[in-house]
Structures are given as structure tokens and as C-alpha cells.
């Protein structure tokens, strides 16, 4: 063990470590609960290390923060990009959810773009993972069901300069109600893999990745 990380402001009920990401000497950490600027609006944390020791760069939170969206819910970094799930936001639609990007210039972090699905519903749940390789974000949305009731579908977006924008909506070939379809996911390249636990096909919830 290296170190133990904790928020510079931490309180009870934070759920600071809901979510981590790391990339080379930077890690973000999630904690959905995080109340400052409404309660559970959620916030991250990056750290830095320097040497064996890690110091906190900064506190980010949503430019639109609101009670119960639970930022921080999903987080991951590549170099100087990060991007933070809030799978309860509801700009959409309630807890259609959203995703975040922030980009880092020195050592400040802003936020570049906020996005959403360009079909967002009620309980998407968009945002509840999240991964970025480089100009491209894949962003689940676990409960999207224009295949079948909660199946699930996992969006791509690309960065243009500072414009990122939606390219693919990725759904499963055989895709079935509750199948939860992006409960998890990772991007790497050109090549994303996607968790169904709910999906039955060997059995009952015996699960599938694609």
C-alpha cells in the first residue's frame, strides 16, 4: 500500500471511492454522496503523486450541480481528459442522466462539454458507466429501452477540437428486457466491451459481455 485517499472536506455520507479512474500519475474519485452544493449532487476528486506521495489537484463538480444526481457515480481519466457519470441528472428527463467532461490545462481542470443522449427518456440512467480513451467517450445508459424494457444501450461520443459529439448508439444483437446492458463497460482503441449481468441466455441472469 502506497497511500489512503480521502477527501480534503470529507463528511459522513460522502460514499467518497463510489468510483475511480486512474491514468499514469493522476487518479479521480467519485463520491456521489458529496452535499455542497446540493444534497447528494455528488462531486470528484483528482490527486496527483509526486515522488510515493499523492496530494489532492482538485475538486470538481458539476456547472449545473442539483440535488440527488449523484455526479461521480461513474468516473474515468485518460491523460488530461476525465469524464464523470451523473446517472440521476435530469435535464432529459428524470434520471435520464448525463456525463461530464473536464480537460486539464496546467494544473486546473474545467469543464469542456456536458453530455446527454439525443434520445434521453425517464430512468435511462445515462451516465451510470463511463470510459474514454483519448477524443472518444463510451457512456452507458442501463436502463434504455427502445429494444425491450430496461435492455440497456451504451453511446459513443467524439471529440472534434473542444466539440464532442454523438456517434454511435451501441445496443446488444439479441437484446432482451432487463438485460442491463452497460452495467459496465471499457473502451480501449478502437474496441469497447459491455457487461449484461442481467442477461439469461445460459440461464437466469447468468450474465453476457460483448
Known amino acids: 500500500q502506497q497511500a489512503k485517499l480521502t477527501a480534503s472536506d470529507a463528511q459522513a455520507s460522502d460514499l467518497f471511492g463510489s468510483a475511480v479512474g486512474i491514468s499514469g500519475s493522476t487518479i479521480v474519485v467519485g463520491a456521489i454522496g458529496e452535499d455542497t452544493t446540493a444534497a447528494q449532487a455528488g462531486a470528484a476528486y483528482v490527486f496527483t503523486r509526486s515522488g510515493t506521495t499523492w496530494t489532492q489537484q482538485q ?74 480513451d483519448g477524443d ?15 435492455a440497456g444501450s451504451v453511446y459513443v461520443f467524439t471529440r472534434s477540437g473542444t466539440t464532442w459529439t454523438q456517434s454511435d448508439k451501441l445496443q446488444a444483437s439479441d437484446a432482451e428486457a432487463d438485460d442491463w446492458f452497460g452495467i459496465s463497460l471499457a473502451l480501449d482503441g478502437g474496441t469497447v466491451i459491455v457487461g449484461a449481468h442481467n442477461e439469461d441466455a445460459q440461464g437466469t441472469a447468468a450474465g453476457a459481455a460483448y
Not at 90 to 107: Q, V
Not at 139 to 150: H, K, L, N, P
Request: aromatic share 8%; hydrophobic share 35%.
Open 59 to 132: 475538486k470538481i463538480q458539476a456547472s449545473d450541480a442539483e440535488g440527488s444526481d449523484n455526479f461521480g457515480e461513474s468516473v474515468d481519466i485518460d491523460g488530461d481528459t476525465l469524464v464523470v457519470g451523473a446517472w440521476n441528472e435530469d435535464t432529459g428527463a428524470s434520471n435520464a442522466g448525463a456525463a461530464y467532461i473536464f480537460t486539464r490545462s496546467g494544473t486546473t481542470w474545467s469543464q469542456q462539454a456536458k453530455l446527454t443522449a439525443n434520445d434521453a427518456e425517464e430512468d435511462d440512467r445515462f451516465g451510470n458507466a463511463v470510459s474514454v
Open 136 to 150: 472518444t467517450v463510451a457512456i452507458a445508459a442501463y436502463r434504455e429501452d427502445t429494444t425491450a424494457s430496461g
